[in-house]
Nanobody, 126 residues
């Protein structure tokens, strides 16, 4: 019933761009912070970005600052991750996750994901 579905991954050359989408069904994203995580083979999952539902505040890992942009379209119940200037090190499976965010709270700094998507593969290679 409750589901997050990622899409938009694929193969891209270094320096290229991709836009990932995270579409929610079974619930509305209006009151959820949405984070993007990624996991490369042999590595731990790492947080990439997060967007608040309360005030639209955004957060980025140092490794992607200036290159990635997170946004949300509540009317479409979808969150996006625009990825520019991609590097081979960005290769990973990317997951979106949702954390309930109460009014006045900022869930992103202490993101606790309750819902996860299945992931979409991003491969950056020449």
């Amino acid at each position: 019933q409750v589901q997050l579905v990622e899409s938009g991954g694929g193969l891209v050359q270094p320096g290229g761009s991709l836009r990932l989408s995270c579409a929610a069904s079974g619930f509305t994203l209006d009151y959820f912070a949405i984070g993007w995580f990624r996991q490369a083979p042999g590595k731990e999952s790492e947080g990439v970005s997060c967007i608040s539902s309360s005030d639209g505040s955004t957060y980025y890992a140092d490794s992607v600052k200036g290159r990635f942009t997170i946004s949300r379209d509540n009317a479409k119940n979808t969150v996006y991750l625009q990825m520019n200037s991609l590097k081979p090190e960005d290769t990973a499976v990317y997951y979106c996750a949702a954390d309930r965010e109460l009014p006045g709270e900022q869930a992103c700094p202490t993101m606790k994901a309750n819902y996860w998507g299945q992931g979409t593969q991003v491969t950056v290679s020449s």
